[in-house]
């Protein structure tokens, strides 16, 4: 009796060979053929031609910017992830849906819209333009505008994968963290913290990966001046425009390296994320926030 459920849920062979050839073939054909094709243009012409590509003062200044619009719109997201995720997942309130509908308003409006949204609001035009301008003030068409546009790009990432995680795990370690006389920041690095931190960590990779490959929005609110306001998908872009494939392949292997190494971050955190837990998780929550009771109270 038991045999034949199980036969019931095995597909026969030849429709497993199809599944598997059919996700080989697009695999094979929309990731491995244009991966493979990047790198065979970025290095064609050889490793000096490369190296100069990467070299050039212009592409160094594209990084350079890239990073550090990364630097500073991550952790604005983490921040903002941290709290919206934490007020969502533990709390009823009025407008909650509605910020949950906010969180994903970047996965639904495009890139380029994003960008004219703050073009009208900090523009020479806009709402805020002439206030700009009279206190000497530059968002749109410099570095500050860059990072908004990244910034709101990319908000949903850490928030987005923190949600699902609190309210799964509920909030009952941290009430008794809360009744043991732990203070709010001892529940959050001592209790909270460990049990979100691949999810946190998992967030804020998928948050760098988009904020260094934008384009969009980063279009819009850059006047595109090599050296001063081109990320690296924007110093691409002019390479290839200017017909100057070899360098534009060159940096653009830059990026596709970004992207591994995000894949390959993903593989580790999923890997340690399913581990057995550590030690300090299995310990009761007493221990975990390192709470002792002493006469008259709770001492820290």
Same mark, same amino acid.
């Given at each position: 009796?038991?045999a034949?459920?199980?036969?019931?849920? /095995?597909?026969?062979t030849?429709?497993k060979?199809l599944?598997?050839?059919?996700? !080989?073939?697009? !695999?094979?054909l929309?990731?491995a053929v244009p991966v493979?094709?990047?790198?065979h243009h970025?290095?064609?012409?050889?490793?000096?031609?490369?190296?100069a %590509?990467?070299?050039?003062?212009?592409?160094?200044a594209?990084?350079?910017?890239t990073?550090l619009?990364?630097?500073i %719109?991550v952790?604005l997201?983490?921040?903002?992830?941290?709290?919206a995720a934490?007020a969502?997942a533990?709390?009823?309130?009025?407008?909650?849906?509605?910020?949950? /509908?906010?969180i994903?308003?970047?996965?639904?409006?495009s890139? !380029?819209?994003?960008?004219?949204?703050?073009?009208?609001l900090f523009?020479?035009?806009?709402v805020?333009g002439a206030?700009?301008?009279?206190?000497?003030v530059?968002?749109?068409?410099?570095?500050?505008?860059?990072?908004?546009?990244t910034t709101?790009?990319?908000?949903?990432?850490?928030a987005?994968?923190?949600?699902?995680?609190?309210?799964a795990?509920?909030?009952?370690?941290?009430?008794a963290a809360?009744?043991?006389?732990?203070s709010?920041?001892?529940?959050f690095?001592?209790v909270?913290l460990?049990?979100?931190?691949?999810?946190?960590?998992?967030?804020v990779?998928?948050c760098?990966?988009?904020a260094?490959?934008?384009?969009?929005?980063?279009s819009?609110?850059?006047n595109?001046?090599?050296?001063r306001?081109?990320?690296v998908p924007?110093?691409?872009?002019?390479?290839?425009?200017?017909?100057?494939? %070899?360098?534009?392949?060159?940096?653009?292997?830059l990026?596709?390296?970004?992207?591994?190494?995000t894949?390959?971050a993903r593989?580790?955190?999923?890997?340690?994320?399913?581990?057995?837990?550590s030690v300090?998780?299995?310990l009761p929550v007493?221990?975990?926030?390192d709470?002792a009771?002493?006469p008259?109270?709770?001492?820290?």
């Amino acid at each position: 009796m038991s045999a034949q459920p199980n036969a019931a849920r /095995t597909e026969p062979t030849w429709v497993k060979a199809l599944l598997i050839g059919v996700a !080989v073939g697009f !695999v094979g054909l929309f990731v491995a053929v244009p991966v493979a094709l990047i790198l065979h243009h970025a290095f064609g012409e050889g490793w000096d031609v490369f190296a100069a %590509a990467i070299a050039d003062e212009d592409a160094r200044a594209a990084i350079r910017l890239t990073l550090l619009v990364v630097v500073i %719109a991550v952790p604005l997201n983490l921040v903002f992830g941290l709290a919206a995720a934490w007020a969502i997942a533990r709390f009823r309130f009025r407008g909650r849906a509605f910020l949950i /509908t906010l969180i994903d308003l970047p996965f639904a409006v495009s890139p !380029v819209i994003a960008g004219m949204l703050f073009v009208l609001l900090f523009g020479a035009s806009g709402v805020f333009g002439a206030w700009l301008q009279a206190h000497d003030v530059r968002i749109i068409f410099a570095t500050p505008g860059i990072v908004l546009a990244t910034t709101f790009i990319t908000f949903p990432f850490v928030a987005r994968e923190l949600i699902p995680v609190m309210e799964a795990q509920g909030a009952d370690e941290e009430e008794a963290a809360m009744v043991l006389g732990a203070s709010a920041w001892q529940m959050f690095f001592k209790v909270t913290l460990p049990k979100i931190r691949w999810g946190l960590a998992y967030g804020v990779i998928l948050c760098s990966a988009r904020a260094i490959g934008e384009f969009g929005a980063v279009s819009v609110v850059s006047n595109n001046v090599r050296g001063r306001s081109n990320t690296v998908p924007l110093h691409i872009e002019d390479l290839y425009n200017e017909y100057q494939y %070899a360098a534009a392949f060159a940096v653009s292997s830059l990026l596709l390296l970004m992207a591994l190494a995000t894949l390959v971050a993903r593989r580790l955190i999923e890997h340690q994320a399913t581990r057995p837990d550590s030690v300090e998780d299995e310990l009761p929550v007493a221990q975990r926030v390192d709470i002792a009771t002493v006469p008259g109270g709770i001492a820290p």
